[in-house]
């Protein structure tokens, strides 16, 4: 049979080690797989190649292969070439936080375009004056993780919780309903509490409404944070969660109620079983901080069951998320940060960011025409309430807790959290010093944020992912995301989590005198038990079980 006369191409393919891959950007991939024709400069070479002298030409490659392995020898940081159809490529714009010194913040008239990660660690191979090159950052102390004294998880119940969830589960006469508030971490805190008081009522949970937050106004459902199918599951031998209420309930009016703070299994029987068995529904709001912390045994276990195992985020959100994180981990170790300084934090603290005199007076302004945000105690001070480590640390104070932490120069940071007060300005001293830092908007691929936008929830679950994976996470002040991490990270096997001692420290801030490796020695023996150690949640009356996970949900050999 003839041969085909037409001018198919052949298709040609080239083995590259996946660390070559690794260190190749998104954009020289892009290039590698352009046209040949492109690469016009290459065409006379292949000519060569063609029609020269075979021994010509392998004489000429192994010189070259030998000057080039001798270039090697002696330069083991020469990078890939970025772009290799060009002679010189410069990025159109400059990454946020890197090349420009500057970070992805819209304050309003900033149209900053946000890079991913692995499209720009080709900038980190002409490494600043001063900043520690990748191997030297991975050996740094600050990177060393707590002794977790071998704590694991154990979440074995009694026989007794055991012999009893047969009538719960089958139970088909009680259903309870929650309304859950706040922001999405707030909100993750009250669902933990409603799976525990249904099972202390012996009822099914129908899948909590998530009430719009007045601040960020997202109408997120709980089907859009959580994966619900597999809160169903792991919950299937405690509660049973169902969708909705069954037919036979749907005209019933339901018993309402809000349970007064730290209310007690005891108590939540004697005021709701009764008028719960005779109507069949019940429905609670305002299920924020009510159900005590010291709990028995089991419902202890089913609290760290509920926080660690059954709320897992939806697929969509999981998936970016540990992207995200991969992103981050690709080029060594990482730390996160929740930088806690939005307008409406300040406001609510009854703090100052410091920026400048225009911005306190924004944020006073915004206090006086809304005295209800203010939930710190209106009796205090701004001073009062900064010496008594009651205020979110700004950036200045950030940047030099880590420099005394031994966080080095070239730590690559993510940071969690909203936008600041100030945009970019808020943030300089932190981005000064440590120019990798990095926000999910500056990692995220084109179009990889967008089914998100506008929606502050899962945003904040993008956030929790990241941070929960770093190797270091600090918060700049408490809240309910910094707490939920510093439990998980705990069950996790306590890793580093740093948790900033204001109260003692910000004297010595406001020292100026005090010379800097004084400043630092201080800083350091003052965080020396505040790194992430196991640390027993009955040494303090009131602990949350799912924030303090040891040993009540955690035991080692001893």
């Known amino acids: 049979?003839?041969?085909?006369?037409?001018?198919?191409?052949?298709?040609?393919?080239?083995?590259?080690?996946?660390?070559?891959?690794?260190?190749?950007?998104?954009?020289?991939?892009?290039?590698?797989?352009?046209?040949?024709?492109?690469?016009?400069?290459?065409?006379?070479?292949?000519?060569?190649?063609?029609?020269?002298?075979?021994?010509?030409?392998?004489?000429?490659?192994?010189?070259?292969?030998?000057?080039?392995?001798?270039?090697?020898?002696?330069?083991?940081?020469?990078?890939?070439?970025?772009?290799?159809?060009?002679?010189?490529?410069?990025?159109?714009?400059?990454?946020?936080?890197?090349?420009?010194?500057?970070v992805g913040v819209s304050d309003g008239g900033d149209d900053t375009v946000s890079e991913?990660?692995?499209?720009?660690?080709q900038l980190h191979a002409q490494v600043p004056s001063g900043v520690e090159?990748?191997?030297?950052?991975?050996?740094?102390?600050?990177?060393?993780?707590?002794?977790?004294?071998?704590?694991?998880?154990?979440?074995?119940?009694?026989?007794?919780?055991?012999?009893?969830?047969?009538?719960?589960?089958?139970?088909?006469?009680?259903?309870?309903?929650?309304?859950?508030?706040?922001?999405m971490n707030q909100q993750r805190n009250q669902i933990v509490d409603a799976v525990v008081i249904a099972r202390i009522l012996g009822a099914?949970?129908?899948?909590?409404?998530?009430?719009?937050?007045?601040?960020?106004?997202?109408?997120?459902?709980?089907?859009?944070?959580?994966?619900?199918e597999h809160f169903k599951s792991v919950l299937a031998n405690d509660v049973r969660v169902v969708s909705s209420l069954p037919s036979t309930h749907l005209m019933t009016r339901p018993v309402e109620g809000s349970p007064p703070p730290h209310a007690t299994p005891s108590w939540i029987r004697s005021h709701y079983l009764r008028r719960f068995n005779r109507e069949g529904v019940l429905l609670l709001r305002g299920l924020d901080s009510r159900l005590t912390k010291d709990l028995p045994p089991d419902l202890q276990k089913l609290r760290c069951k509920v926080a660690f195992?059954?709320?897992?985020?939806?697929?969509?959100?999981?998936?970016?998320?540990?992207?995200?994180?991969?992103?981050?981990?690709?080029?060594?170790?990482?730390?996160?940060?929740?930088?806690r300084m939005e307008k409406d934090v300040w406001v609510r603290t009854g703090c100052l960011p410091g920026l400048s005199p225009e911005y306190d007076e924004i944020v006073n302004n915004e206090r006086i025409h809304r005295p209800e945000l203010l939930t710190a105690k209106s009796n205090m001070t701004y001073h009062e309430r900064k010496l008594a480590g009651l205020c979110p640390l700004n950036a200045v104070e950030v940047t030099r807790l880590l420099k005394a932490l031994g966080a080095p120069k070239s730590a690559r940071i993510y940071w969690a959290g909203g936008q600041p007060l100030g945009g970019k300005e808020a943030l300089e001293p932190l981005i000064n010093e440590f120019p990798y830092l990095y926000s999910k908007e500056d990692l995220?691929?084109?179009?990889?944020?967008?089914?998100?936008?506008?929606?502050?929830?899962?945003?904040?679950?993008?956030?929790?992912?990241?941070?929960?994976?770093?190797?270091?996470?600090?918060?700049?002040?408490?809240?309910?995301?910094?707490?939920?991490?510093q439990g998980h990270r705990a069950y996790a096997g306590h890793k580093k989590y740093i948790t900033p001692n204001k109260?003692?420290?910000?004297?010595?801030?406001?020292?100026?005198?005090?010379?800097?490796?004084?400043?630092?020695?201080?800083?350091?023996?003052?965080?020396?038990?505040?790194?992430?150690?196991?640390?027993?949640?009955?040494s303090k009356v009131a602990r949350d079980v799912t924030k303090y996970p040891v040993p009540d949900c955690m035991c080692n050999d001893s």
């Open 204 to 228: 099914a949970l129908v899948v909590p409404i998530l009430q719009v937050n007045v601040i960020w106004e997202d109408e997120s459902e709980f089907a859009d944070i959580f994966d619900l």
């Open 1 to 102: 049979m003839a041969k085909s006369k037409n001018n198919a191409k052949k298709l040609s393919y080239i083995s590259v080690p996946s660390q070559i891959i690794n260190s190749i950007s998104s954009s020289s991939l892009q290039s590698l797989l352009e046209s040949p024709k492109k690469c016009a400069r290459h065409s006379k070479f292949f000519a060569f190649v063609k029609w020269g002298r075979p021994r010509l030409f392998l004489f000429t490659l192994s010189l070259l292969a030998f000057f080039a392995m001798l270039k090697l020898g002696l330069n083991l940081d020469t990078p890939f070439p970025p772009f290799p159809c060009a002679t010189s490529v410069g990025l159109s714009k400059s990454l946020p936080g890197v090349a420009s010194g500057k």
């Open 444 to 485: 995220a691929l084109p179009g990889e944020l967008e089914p998100f936008a506008n929606k502050a929830s899962l945003m904040a679950a993008i956030d929790y992912i990241v941070s929960e994976k770093s190797d270091v996470f600090m918060p700049s002040h408490g809240g309910n995301m910094g707490h939920a991490i």
């Open 116 to 121: 991913p990660l692995i499209a720009s660690v």
């Open 133 to 183: 090159r990748d191997g030297e950052v991975e050996k740094s102390e600050f990177w060393k993780q707590p002794d977790g004294l071998g704590y694991k998880p154990c979440l074995g119940f009694s026989r007794e919780y055991r012999s009893q969830s047969q009538g719960v589960v089958k139970n088909r006469r009680r259903y309870l309903m929650v309304v859950v508030s706040g922001g």
């Open 309 to 339: 195992h059954g709320l897992r985020f939806a697929k969509p959100v999981r998936e970016l998320g540990d992207n995200i994180a991969e992103r981050m981990k690709s080029k060594g170790p990482y730390l996160a940060l929740h930088l």
């Open 503 to 538: 109260r003692q420290m910000l004297p010595y801030f406001l020292n100026s005198t005090l010379p800097e490796e004084e400043f630092n020695s201080i800083i350091k023996e003052l965080h020396q038990d505040s790194l992430g150690q196991p640390e027993l949640r009955t």
